[in-house]
T-cell receptor, first 113, second 114 residues
């Protein structure tokens, strides 16, 4: 059990650029979640997957955001045409099942200049 | 709608004292789960303890215990014998029966004084 990993840990980009983040969950976990956390706030849910199926998306996930989990293992979160308001910590979590505790990765901190 | 309220933005506690972090919740679901997470300055969210809505006993994990009062819709975290390493942000979160995302409170910043 190596834990949830995320890459990159930090990303600085210019407004209007596209960015992609990767999350590798704990290997036997079939549920994967993405959250966004801004400074001084609790995380906000973005989306989650059961295996490769994306089951729920928050209204926070505008058309510029897309997430995939193509083979039910790792997941990617892409933000197109980044805006300064996208600056935040993006957290990935995984769980064994829907009611089990979620284990989080270290996060990707995005700064949009 | 589901909601988590943490009314203590920050707390200072003397080392070795016990500390209680407050959490109240609102949900219309019959079955739900309550979680506490710790987030040190490094940023990683660390799972501490879980309480199911149908669990009759309060959950305990080492120095952490959850004081679950269902009628009052409260799920306070108690840390016994606090240590300097307990200094961090603490978040209360809830998972409802109707969806499986976690709904989070705003957090409490706990600082342990030597």
């Amino acid at each position: 059990d190596t834990g949830v990993s995320q890459d990159p840990r930090h990303k600085i980009t210019k407004r209007g650029q596209n960015v992609t983040f990767r999350c590798d969950p704990i290997s036997e976990h079939n549920r994967l979640y993405w959250y966004r956390q801004t400074l001084g706030q609790g995380p906000e849910f973005l989306t989650y997957f059961q295996n490769e199926a994306q089951l729920e998306k928050s209204r926070l996930l505008s058309d510029r955001f897309s997430a995939e989990r193509p083979k039910g293992s790792f997941s990617t979160l892409e933000i197109q045409r980044t805006e300064q308001g996208d600056s935040a910590m993006y957290l990935c979590a995984s769980s064994r099942g829907p009611v089990n505790e979620q284990f989080f990765g270290p996060g990707t901190r995005l700064t949009v200049l | 709608a589901q909601k988590i309220t943490q009314t203590q933005p920050g707390m200072f506690v003397q080392e070795k004292e016990a500390v209680t972090l407050d959490c109240t919740y609102d949900t219309s679901d019959q079955s739900y789960g309550l979680f506490w997470y710790k987030q040190p300055s490094s940023g990683e969210m660390i799972f501490l303890i879980y309480q199911g809505s149908y669990d009759e006993q309060n959950a305990t994990e080492g120095r952490y215990s959850l004081n679950f009062q269902k009628a009052r819709k409260s799920a306070n975290l108690v840390i016994s014998a606090s240590q300097l390493g307990d200094s961090a942000m603490y978040f209360c979160a809830m998972r409802g029966d109707s969806n499986y995302q976690l709904i989070w409170g705003a957090g409490t910043k706990l600082i342990i004084k030597p």
